[in-house]
């Protein structure tokens, strides 16, 4: 290869990577060889013959030229290579909701099986909670689950303009995509729905509850490990960890299903779904960063073998979670038990002392 087109190539590579810098998009090497020689057929109707000219007008003509390079790389090869590996439909502020939401939900239900357990070995406990507590506890949450999946179609409804913006292929993509999440919000309204409907007509079993959630957490793992066509390794590999813990909660609520209640599964369960909740924040943050300077290379497979490091510390997280709840929860009713007790002491000894009075009267 001659200096003038070493020179000129060196000038090719800069331009592609420039252009792709500013989309914030990384390319492997050799994608990026094959972007700037794509780019160096595209010039070759407009060079000179270089017998004529000297290889600083070669250059500076390829300079003129840097906006030709540019509609090469979008309008060939180039723009449907970057279509199937970086096109992240999505945004981070669906998947914190998502976190948070599950995150919530995981919490509350952590600390209701403990409250029951508790309830059950402390003999003077129901006094202090009341069956109608749960009770009314249960509907509750049927009448909050169904209204955060309302809350997540009318999200859909209103993110779905936005996808009139994207190309045609990435548009039927990210329509299908909506379907996929209508899916999931379906079932879990469903579930809100039999946990009110058991609670109130007293014919059902249930067990149905159970039942319908393993179903809902079933339709959800099923669905996002076929979310990701088209996507890089890094955003495959992180859906799939995610379909994963869900799977893992959907089995356990299963098998609770299937036996009578056991708050170590139950427990098991509320942490498989905080685990469900973290890793949502984890994803939003490694698809979705704020600064582009700072982006997750999806391609590297170091960050596939970091990401699985993340995921165990995350569920060694969710465990003490679960343990600290526990142990202020059963402190907590304790507490407040042994603070019934004294007052009722108390006023047995006020009883006490006035019988003896009147007495002596």
């Known amino acids: ?18 252009r792709l810098k500013t989309k914030g998009i990384s390319v492997s090497s050799s994608l990026f060889t094959g972007l700037a020689k794509e780019a160096t057929d595209c010039l070759n109707p407009i060079r000179p013959p270089k017998k004529q000219l000297s290889s600083e007008f070669i250059v500076s003509s390829s300079l003129k030229s840097r906006r030709q390079i540019e509609i090469c790389i979008l309008s060939r090869r180039t723009e449907k290579t970057l279509h199937i590996k970086h096109f992240v439909p999505g945004d981070s502020q669906g998947h914190f909701l998502a976190g948070t939401l599950f995150l919530i939900i995981a919490l509350w239900w952590s600390t209701k099986s403990i409250l029951k357990h508790v309830c059950k070995q402390q003999k003077r406990s129901s006094s202090l909670i009341t069956k109608e507590f749960f009770f009314r ?12 999946a309302s809350v997540g179609i009318i999200g859909l409804y209103i993110a779905l303009p936005k996808i009139h913006q994207f190309s045609d292929k990435d548009y039927k993509l990210a329509l299908i995509l909506h379907w996929h999440h209508l899916a999931m919000y379906v079932f879990f309204a469903i579930l809100g729905g039999t946990k009110i409907l058991c609670f109130i007509i007293s014919s059902l079993p249930v067990s149905l509850v159970k039942l319908a959630l393993s179903n809902a957490f079933f339709v959800e793992a099923f669905i996002f490990y076929n979310h990701t066509h088209g996507r890089s390794l890094v955003d495959i590999f992180g859906h799939q960890l995610l379909s994963f813990a869900i799977f893992l909660a959907g089995l356990v609520a299963f098998i609770e299903f299937l036996t009578k ?41 170091n960050n596939v073998m970091f990401l699985t490091i993340c ?3 995350y569920y060694a997280l969710t465990c003490a979670i679960i343990g600290i709840n526990y142990a202020l929860v059963t402190c907590l009713v304790k507490w407040r038990l042994s603070k019934l007790c004294t007052s009722e002491t108390q006023l047995l000894k006020n009883h006490e002392q006035q019988e003896e009075s009147e007495d002596e009267i």
Request: hydrophobic share 45%.
């Open 137 to 148: 506890a249960e509907l509750l949450e049927g009448i909050v689950i169904i209204g955060m």
């Open 1 to 18: 290869m001659s200096q003038n087109q070493s020179k000129e190539n060196q000038l090719l590579m800069e331009v592609t990577g420039h």
């Open 261 to 301: 209640s056991n708050v170590v599964l139950e427990l098991l369960r509320s942490s498989l779904i905080m685990l469900h909740g973290m890793w949502f924040y984890q994803i939003s943050f490694v698809l979705y960063p704020k600064n582009r300077n700072y982006a997750w290379d999806l391609s590297d497979h």
């Open 311 to 313: 995921f165990c510390f």
